[in-house]
Structure formats: structure tokens, C-alpha cells
């Protein structure tokens, strides 16, 4: 991954187990000359993938105009730069913001993606989100905050599909994502919280609309939580796809009518 020029590369870290890094990603951090990494979130276990004595800058303490001094001063310096988000960047990784100065100043970049906490979540839960006949879609968003929602996506509007949805960034006020859903979902829906699925400290909780905000509360979860909601989260005996369905029939296999 040499250059002759210097580059950014904004990197997916992934959810928080270090090996849960795209092959990709971690070659990004081996090869790099800098690396500025969003130190209040990513595992910093995958800093040990840099060179020794390459420039580590946390981000936690930064402004965005800090950022991309940072990032232009080392492709000033034919440097590659990595820009390490966790997650996946292109969800809530705030990376818009930075790209468009980027290719104001015709700097080079690339985006490698991460594994995101909502799929870490589901994967630690053993739950898929579109099983047949039950949800075949997923709705990802947040609750509004300091940071603004259109309110067209207000979780109480979103609601009213009933659709598998995971909720980001929205745990510190539980009884107001709460009081949204249901809106639209019954008192019944099952709601699993998943506390930095795939770090060493994860927690799980579960319950339904009716339950989950005391329960949360109990285990004084505040942050860095998948808000899981739906019935994809109860089991669905039966429930099969019709891609290995022995009757249908696709590019690859004739069904066979029983």
C-alpha cells in the first residue's frame, strides 16, 4: 500500500474486538505514517497494528479544523494518513464533513468500510433481521438529541412500519425512545439492548417496550448501546427463505415439487 504521493484513508475499525478489523483495514494501519483514530470509541488495541513510532493522534480532543490540519499536513508530507472510525464510517462516522474539504483541496482518499455495532449487536443476540415473513426491512436511525432529526424520521413516524429496527446513540434517554415507539409497535415488541457488543465488557438486556426502560435502567446502562426492536427478536419456528426451499426454483437448482 505505498505511495508516491500522500493520501487519507478513513478506516471501519469495527465494533470494538480488534479482530473484528476488515483485512484491509488492518493493512491501511500497518502502512501508515499517521493515524488519527476517535480515541472515545475505538478499541485502542488496534493501535497496536501501526509501526512503532508512527504519530498517534486521538481525535477525542479535537475539532474538525484540528483534524484536517492534521490530515493535510501529512499529505503535505507524502504521507498516508488514516483517518480510524469506529464502526462503520459511513454510519454516524461524521465523515462527510471531512471528505468535502478534502476534495476541495483535490486530496486524495478512500474509504475502507467496518463491521458496525448494529451488526455486532445482532450477531451477539443470534437474531437475524429479515426473517421471511416476519421483517424484511431495517431501519437504522437515533433518537433526536443535541443533534437534530428530520422530522419526518422521528422514531414515533418510523415506528409505524414495525419494521426490524436498531437505534444508535439513543440509550441515555430510554424512556423517551420508549414513549416514541410505541407509537406504532405494542407494548409486547421484544427489545434487546446490547452494551458494546464484541468488547470483552458487553452486556445484553432484554424485555419488551413494556419493560425494557426499568431494566436498562437497573443495569445503569448509559452509552454505547444497539437499541434492538421488533419481533425479528422472537423465535419463528418454521420461518425459511425461499432460496433453500427444495420447491423453488432459481439459477442454480430446478425445485423439485414435493
Request: glycine letters at 8%.
Amino acid at each position: 500500500m505505498e505511495a508516491k504521493t500522500g493520501q487519507v484513508i478513513f478506516v471501519g475499525a469495527g465494533p470494538g474486538d480488534p479482530e473484528l478489523i476488515t483485512l484491509k483495514g488492518k493493512k491501511a494501519l500497518e502502512a501508515a505514517d499517521r493515524v488519527i483514530y476517535a480515541g472515545s470509541l475505538v478499541n485502542p488495541e488496534l493501535l497496536q497494528y501501526c509501526r512503532p513510532g508512527i504519530p498517534l493522534h486521538d481525535s477525542a480532543h479535537l475539532t474538525l479544523e484540528d483534524t484536517l490540519r492534521l490530515m493535510i499536513e501529512g499529505v503535505e508530507q507524502k504521507e498516508i494518513v488514516v483517518r480510524l472510525h469506529t464502526g462503520d464510517p459511513s454510519v454516524y462516522g461524521a465523515i462527510q464533513e471531512q471528505m468535502e474539504p478534502l476534495e476541495k483541496k483535490n486530496i486524495p482518499y478512500t474509504v475502507i468500510p467496518g463491521v458496525s455495532s448494529v451488526f455486532a449487536a445482532a450477531a451477539s443476540v443470534k437474531k437475524e433481521f429479515t426473517v421471511p415473513e416476519v421483517s424484511q426491512t431495517v431501519i437504522l436511525t437515533r433518537l433526536a438529541g443535541r443533534t437534530p432529526v428530520p422530522e419526518r424520521e422521528s422514531l414515533a413516524e418510523l415506528a409505524k412500519h414495525r419494521a426490524s429496527m436498531a437505534i444508535f446513540l439513543s440509550v441515555q434517554d430510554m424512556g423517551r425512545v420508549v414513549q416514541e415507539l410505541l407509537a406504532g409497535y405494542s407494548p409486547e415488541t421484544p427489545v434487546a439492548v446490547i452494551y458494546r457488543a464484541s468488547w470483552e465488557d458487553e452486556q445484553q438486556v432484554y424485555g419488551t417496550l413494556a419493560t425494557i426502560e426499568e431494566r436498562v435502567k437497573q443495569e445503569g446502562i448509559k452509552k454505547q448501546a444497539q437499541i434492538l426492536v421488533g419481533d425479528f427478536l422472537n423465535f419463528h419456528e418454521g420461518s425459511r427463505s425461499k432460496l433453500y426451499d427444495p420447491e423453488f426454483t432459481h439459477e442454480y437448482r430446478t425445485g423439485q415439487k414435493s
